[in-house]
T-cell receptor, first 113, second 117 residues
Framework: QKEVEQNSGPLSVPEGAIASLNCTYS??????FFWYRQYSGKSPELIMS????GDKEDGRFTAQLNKASQYVSLLIRDSQPSDSATYLC?????????????FGAGTRLAVHP | DAGVTQSPTHLIKTRGQQVTLRCSPK?????VSWYQQALGQGPQFIFQ???????QRGNFPDRFSGHQFPNYSSELNVNALLLGDSALYLC????????????????FGAGSRLTVL
């Protein structure tokens, strides 16, 4: 089992729709979760972080966390063509006394006009 | 406020050669992590440096080594290059104040794209 799993996509949604991206993780002790956006040929940029169960909203983005189910999701409302990118789920894992951030393979999102 | 800077941006090497990649962390950050990202894949954790010591390592062979300097900058060295080492190498910095609390918020550099022929 991979430490962080995401559907690779592509996930195709029409402009203005809600895009839903999902992620599961293996380490039940993980406490910090992040969504990064990566445009083609660019480096990842942080768009959301979430540490507690429930929802966290920031503009058009909502992150959802369910630690019991080891599940994290990202909703993008009113999707725009500029949202077309790969979305990386990242989970902070603690081992050997230190934290390290582990990424999923990413889900490619395509928003079409 | 300078972000994370990496050099070189692109480089081409041949199999068996050695390469050194460099990274300067964001101002105020003291921890540097290195990731390898192959085409179409997520970033894979190589190792993390803090106080000039490697404190975490991913599943990479000893051909991958690193160093952190007193000014927190870091180098990634790869020896005996293989074709499979072709990838985007990402440096990310963070503050141990965040890292040890569990909120490991990383800031990424633009990356160094390595092509091995």
């Amino acid at each position: 089992q991979k430490e962080v799993e995401q559907n690779s996509g592509p996930l195709s949604v029409p402009e203005g729709a809600i895009a839903s991206l999902n992620c599961t993780y293996s380490d039940r002790g993980s406490q910090s979760f992040f969504w990064y956006r990566q445009y083609s040929g660019k480096s990842p940029e942080l768009i959301m972080s979430i540490y507690s169960n429930g929802d966290k909203e920031d503009g058009r983005f909502t992150a959802q966390l369910n630690k019991a189910s080891q599940y994290v999701s990202l909703l993008i409302r009113d999707s725009q063509p500029s949202d077309s990118a790969t979305y990386l789920c990242a989970v902070n894992m603690f081992s050997g006394g230190y934290n390290k951030l582990i990424f999923g393979a990413g889900t490619r999102l395509a928003v079409h006009p | 406020d300078a972000g994370v800077t990496q050099s070189p941006t692109h480089l081409i090497k041949t199999r068996g050669q050695q390469v050194t990649l460099r990274c300067s962390p964001k101002s105020g950050h003291d921890t540097v992590s290195w990731y390898q990202q192959a085409l179409g894949q997520g970033p894979q954790f190589i190792f993390q440096y803090y106080e000039e010591e490697e404190r975490q390592r991913g599943n990479f062979p000893d051909r991958f080594s690193g160093h952190q300097f007193p000014n927190y900058s870091s180098e990634l060295n790869v020896n005996a290059l293989l074709l499979g080492d072709s990838a985007l190498y990402l440096c990310a910095s963070s503050s141990v104040a965040f890292g040890d609390s569990g909120a490991n918020v990383l800031t990424f550099g633009a990356g160094s794209r390595l092509t091995v022929l």
